[in-house]
């Protein structure tokens, strides 16, 4: 188990670095001169010089990358050329939208697609299977963005239940704040719950074909319970997979969401960025959203090794 | 065989297909036609599915916009069949040795790298377009075909079809074309249409917050970004091009499955 | 699939229920456990099963034999009321004067596991992989029995004891794939009797299992249903694991029973055709070869010399700085293989007689020695030659994968040809083809047929039409009998025999089967951990074995006990 976390670590640091390494490439060695890049076409030699002596570009590259990482490993994100303030300041608080929308809305998709995709599979071929598997052609069909249009237009211009857009703000109590993320994440959950279920259905069906299932019948146990106890488990394997890829895809789509619910998030400030050419902040946002996505990956490895044993003894 | 599990999926995609090539030759209306005295027209016998803010026919803008779309998932995913396939195949071949190791690793990486932050970087960089678009969705379908033709090679490599065509001693490329490649291609088929659906949401998605096709091309992500700010006024502009998504990705997912059912060699061989 | 491929049982009485239940529980007589009449069974329309009845008694052991597709496992799983989907069973099946089709899921899953138990056929799948072996037991017996935690797992260890696994060595905690193939088919066993039922119904419960393995199996088997006066229902298709267990006997097949009655009746007297034909065929692949031994030239030099030949695979190292290491799978092996001559290699799964087969067909690098084809090498490290390969062909195992299933048979047969130094036109090629299927007996029109298309007997016929083709000396059989059915075997060796006496080839013919290699060889050799422990002329290492372990293989084999019929 050690030496299975040991060589999971090790991955992960390796991926982070090199990772780290492409996106300073692409950002701040590709176009050149990111001080005249951001600066634009007019303007003045002096007012690009005075940037790049802010942002070090005298520096080699190789030394503008290291102490790029450094900054990072300690909290420094650089400073935003439009805002002047420190990066860091600006993605704390946007993440702090981000960051729940995305758990709020993996939460809903697992809390919908379990119940479902267990139904689907034990009923499979019945009416219940037939009618989960038609709404998950649909869901998986919706484009999110527009799924967010029409729940705006239903719940918040018909009906009027919630806001059309914008954060209430942590500060107006926990229950408002999450109001104001509900129609969002719902949006963002309803696809991927669809792909859930399916992976989930068909992840049950997969087991359910496996000689322990009459294995377990033969001692006794009916069909239900022998899905619950050992189908379930060993379905998870490929629904942990689908989880974790899923959660890079969540982090995407609440970029996009954010946009259609006018939400201060990181989303917003990376779009806001890329307008203004600041790419010190699109360097920073994109790498901690590299970040999350690697870390998630990372705790879906070690959720693998909790859920099969195999994994555990590998070395034997 | 069974042509109803494919037909349903194969009509929808068709009528878009019809839709986009049709558009080539004729459109209700020029795309690039401001009509401002008839902007934000509900649907009706002049203009089917109504008109824009600016006065543009919804109709003939999807259908120009099908255009885009198709163009941009389908070189996508030449792009990721085209480069991931080989390397699947070789990584198949060499299994075990640093070449696997090395391409497994760089599809990993590239796995950290959801589509739109490669296209958020590439935007950053070079500025928004179709290209730019193609490129970002192309990059992260490399992976999927590379790891789904390394699993399922690598299988096939153990089999004694395999060893006998090594004993006839063919060699490792010769075998991955002769044997491997015609008994994944159904696989490969399948996992196409998806990914085919898959960019064509990216796409959407993508030029939606403007990252992809810029005007005077229309798009559909474009087309509901519009109708965002009108969507009190005109709710119409909003819909038709969620649907045309919807009908498209929809088709496309019932044609993969039923493609699935249709080719896959476990259930024909149950005979 | 899915969970309701196994139906609960459609009951029609509802209302006789109860009285059927009580009036019968206590007093049922107890010669007849469990009677059969007329069942028939339908899959989706097809019929699988047609008018089966038979009777099993307490304490005694009934043998269901039959080839693959017979029937027999699904009359197992009938009794179990575990039946695909769309399954329609008719007639009766009475168990302890209950009859089954109209018991109630409910009351059928007291009956699954705790009064009748069950083993399968894959030891290697049949437990879940991520729940350890205690708690598979114990689920059994809570189940079934009111007893708390503490308890079940006292009586899972003492069960577990039972069937040779001492807590000692393995623990509750173990896991299955911490167990060989042997051992898990001893946990499986486990589970269905740790609730001591009545009946046990064993399909094919050795039948992945090397020899050695089987006879302790049979053993515990054996020795279970003496104890605890068990019913013991064993399904299986070999005659010889029947002939040592079973008081009676019923032959199936295809869904009928052709023939049944007592063991020594049935086995000395079959009356039934199809009876007869299995026997002869079981018994022709327990002869001896005739001694062809005569004609073959020792003084010539060898078509085959292997010297002192060591393959190595590595494995994974146990710590990131530690010494890569190495696993020996073939250690320091010689031998020679005359023209003409059949050399037969035993060996259990595991001894290293896959890695010599790539070895020799040059499929991986030599850790040392060599191998020499006429003289020539074939080894060492550099690439096999073009005139090594066509010297030497190799069947494999598994009828249905050896094949490319999207090639038809022409190219699939054409394709050793690729080894030749000059490759031969259109015509020629189709003419050596059509060539090669004749001679074992096939149809030139088969050519544009796929190989789905025929059965496992037709495509090992293929597979050697295939290894004919560039008209080797040397024809490497990789347990290719191994997966057919006892009649095909009987006539693709018969097919080996003359091929062999036509074009003078030789054969190495490795299999774990003691007997078809006793059936088929001249001289056998015998492996073991990478070794060959014992060689000589097939007749005396079989009748007197020098070496430990070939003695344990030849005892542990089955032999069938058929006396001379009249």
Known sequence: MLRYLVRRVVSLLATLLVASLIVFVVIEVVPGDPASYMLGMNAQPDTVAALRAELGLDQSKPARYISWLTGMLQGDFGQSYTYKTPVADMVQDRLWISLPLSLYALALSVFIAFPAGILAASRRGGVSDTAVMGFTQLGIAVPNFWFALLLVLLFAVKLGWFSAGGFAGWESGVFQAMKSLTLPAIALALPQAAILTRVMRSALLDVLGEDFMRTARAKGLSARQALLRHALRNAMIPVLTIIGLQFSFLIAGAIIIENVFFLPGLGRLIFQSIAQRDLIVVESVVMLLVFAVVMVTFLVDLAYAWVDPRLRHAHR | ?271 | MSVDQFPSAESDHPGELSSVVSSNTGDAPAQCLLKLERVGLTIHGTPILNDIGFTLESGKTLGIIGESGSGKSMTALSIMQLLPRGSKLSGRIQFANQQLQQLPEQMLCDIRGGDIGMIFQEPMSALNPVKTIGDQVSESIQLHRQVSRYEAVTLTAKTLERVGLPNKAFPLSRYPHELSGGQRQRVVIAIAVACQPKLLIADEPTTALDVTTQAGILELLKSLQHDEDLALMLITHDLAVVSNMADDVVVMNQGSIVEQGDLGAVFHRPSHSYTRRLFDASVLTQLTRDTRAMRIDSSAKPLLQVEQLVCEYPIKRTSLLGPARSFRAVDDVSFDIYHGESVGLVGESGCGKSTLTRALLGLMKLHSGSILLNSESVSAKQEVSRAARRQMQVVFQDPYGSFNPRHKVGRLVSEPLFVLAQQPDASEARQRVHDALASVGMNSADTDKFIHEFSGGQRQRIAIARALITEPSLIILDEAVSALDVSVRAQVLRLLDTLANDKGLAYLFISHDLSVVQRVSDRVMVMRHGKIVERGQTQSVFTDPQHDYTQQLIAAAPQLKVQERN
């Open chain 2, 1 to 271: 065989m069974k042509l109803q599990t494919v037909l349903p999926g194969a009509l929808l995609v068709l009528l878009v297909l019809a839709g986009a090539l049709l558009s080539y030759v004729w459109t209700p209306f020029e795309v690039t036609t401001l009509d401002i005295r008839n902007k934000l027209d509900t649907p009706g016998a002049t203009h089917w599915l109504g008109t824009d803010h600016l006065g543009r026919d919804i109709l003939s803008m999807l259908m120009v916009g099908a255009r885009t779309s198709i163009a941009v998932a389908l070189v996508a995913v030449g792009i990721g069949m085209g480069v991931g396939v080989p390397l699947g195949l070789l990584a198949a071949a060499q299994r075990q040795s640093w070449v696997d190791e090395l391409i497994m690793r760089g599809n990993d990486l590239v796995f950290a790298f959801p589509a739109l932050l490669i296209a958020i970087m590439i935007t950053a960089v070079f500025g928004p377009g179709a290209v730019n678009a193609i490129i970002a969705i192309g990059i992260f379908n490399i992976p999927v075909f590379a790891r789904l033709t390394r699993g399922a090679t690598l299988s096939l490599w153990t089999r004694e079809f395999v060893l006998a065509a090594r004993v006839a001693g063919k060699g490792a490329l010769r075998i991955s074309v002769e044997h491997l490649l015609p008994n994944i291609t159904n696989l490969l088929i399948v996992q196409g249409t998806i990914q085919f659906s898959l960019g064509i949401l990216a796409e959407a998605g993508l030029s939606y917050v403007g990252l992809g096709a810029q005007p005077p091309i229309p798009s559909w992500g474009r087309m509901l970004a519009d109708s965002q700010t009108l969507i009190t006024l005109a709710p119409h502009l909003a819909l038709f091009p969620g649907l045309a998504i919807v009908i498209t990705v929809l088709g496309l997912n019932l044609l993969g499955d039923g493609l699935r059912d249709w080719l896959d060699p476990r259930l024909r061989r149950e005979r």
